[in-house]
């Protein structure tokens, strides 16, 4: 399966993270199925910060954010395969198909 990305708002079109690179993000996190919330960074009211297309966060981000330009806010659709595949994540049952609104600040 894998990740889908659908725009939102467009961003500045021409400054996209690439796989190193330490990419700032607002996001919310929901189960697809029934879209109940289980993460916000705009909840805590701090962005995410980490390195992208490295393995440090999930395949479907790894794979999805380096589609979106610097301002861009869009909803990533990824597969359970993409996500925690089998993995009990608490609030995340196993094999859950995930949605994330997310929203790339920059790029550090």
Do not use: C
């Amino acid at each position: 399966m894998g990740v889908e990305v659908q725009h939102i708002e467009g961003g500045d079109g021409k400054t996209f993270p690439k796989p190193g690179d330490t990419v700032t993000m607002h996001y919310t996190g929901t189960l697809t199925k029934d879209g109940s919330k289980f993460d916000s960074s705009r909840d805590r009211g701090k962005p995410f910060v980490t390195q992208i297309g490295v393995g440090r966060v999930i395949r479907g981000w790894d794979e999805g954010v380096p589609k979106l330009s610097v301002g861009q806010k869009a909803k990533l659709l990824i597969s359970s395969d993409y996500g925690y595949g089998a993995r009990d994540m608490g609030v995340i049952p196993p094999n859950s198909d995930l949605t994330f609104e997310v929203e790339l600040i920059k790029i550090n």
